[in-house]
């Protein structure tokens, strides 16, 4: 039986999430699971500051 890869793992889809402290979108997925299965772990170049989305 062939193993299919994690779906959460394809960031090739993403669209930026926006930073809830400045707003910017100029924003890179870090991790895709975050503390919870739904949520990831994102970081903004704007505004230099980790933070969690879901999705």
Excluded: V
């Amino acid at each position: 039986m062939r193993r299919q890869p994690d779906p959460s793992t394809d960031t090739e889809a993403d669209t930026p999430a926006a930073c809830p402290y400045c707003d910017g979108t100029n924003t890179d997925r870090d991790h895709p699971k975050g503390p919870s299965l739904c949520r990831s772990i994102h970081y903004c170049n704007d505004c230099d500051e980790p933070f969690e989305a879901m999705g």
